[in-house]
């Protein structure tokens, strides 16, 4: 059974960081693309990151460009995204989800990490 | 990269079909047919529904549906449930290798 867990969430002051990780098992984790998407309350969902099976490639959202990193550790299976110069608008729940197996949409996902920002 | 646009809210009677639709542009939508459909329960995790603009996901019945037309892709539920009350997202892959979500519409079975 494929299961994503992330964690790292909590509450930090506008400017501050976290890092957030996201451990998957129940797949072959070196195989897929891994992405971040967040649900701010009362928004949308938001499409942050991903990042290529093997790291060498990484896309972000406008909105995050500069201020987060997504990378990975294959051989711990893991996925994480540092978020940086935090702002109150990234207030969020934020999910990881694993890529279809052959094409793009995002078919597994994590209950989601929230990240509480204040002023 | 602007989100797609979709209805905030549609709304049907049980039994009844509703469309919902979502509107990109020749950067994702029109250009691509990797358009996806999620059903997301707030604090949930979302789930996907229809991927490839057409194919279902294999934990929904045959009640949903997906075309695309231009830069306007559009769900069907049909033989609307109690149970179809949700948020729902369309997504796109797009010309910058990143992908953009719909603004969210609310489907209320009356």
């Known amino acids: 059974e494929v299961q994503l867990v992330e964690s790292g969430g909590g509450l930090v002051q506008t400017g501050g960081s976290l890092r957030l990780s996201c451990a998957g098992s129940?797949?072959?984790?070196?195989?897929?693309?891994m992405t971040w998407v967040r649900h701010a309350p009362g928004k949308g969902l938001e499409w942050v990151a991903h990042?290529?099976?093997?790291?060498?490639?990484?896309y972000y959202a406008d909105s995050v460009k500069g201020r987060f990193t997504i990378s990975r550790d294959n051989p711990k299976n893991s996925l994480f995204l540092q978020v940086n110069s935090l702002r109150v608008e990234d207030t969020a729940v934020y999910y990881c989800?694993?890529?279809?197996?052959?094409?793009?949409?995002?078919?597994?996902w994590g209950q989601g990490t929230l990240v509480t920002v204040s002023s | 990269q602007s989100a797609l646009t979709q209805p905030a809210s549609v709304s049907g009677s049980p039994g009844q079909s509703i469309t919902i639709s979502c509107t990109g542009s020749?950067?994702?939508?029109?250009?691509?047919?990797?358009v996806s459909w999620y059903r997301h329960h707030p604090g949930k995790a979302p789930k996907l529904m229809i991927y490839?603009?057409?194919y279902r996901a294999s934990a929904f019945s045959d009640r949903f549906s997906g075309s695309k037309s231009g830069n306007t892709a559009s769900l069907t539920i049909s033989g609307l449930q109690a149970e179809d009350e949700a948020d729902y997202y369309c997504?796109?892959?797009?010309?910058?290798?990143?992908?953009?979500f719909g603004t969210g519409t609310k489907v209320t079975v009356l």
């Open positions: 989800a694993r890529r279809c197996a052959s094409t793009n949409c995002y078919i597994y």
């Open positions: 129940g797949f072959t984790f070196t195989n897929y693309w």
């Open positions: 990042i290529k099976e093997d790291g060498s490639e990484k």
């Open positions: 020749s950067s994702d939508i029109g250009n691509y047919n990797f």
């Open positions: 490839d603009v057409s």
């Open positions: 997504s796109s892959y797009t010309s910058n290798s990143t992908y953009v």
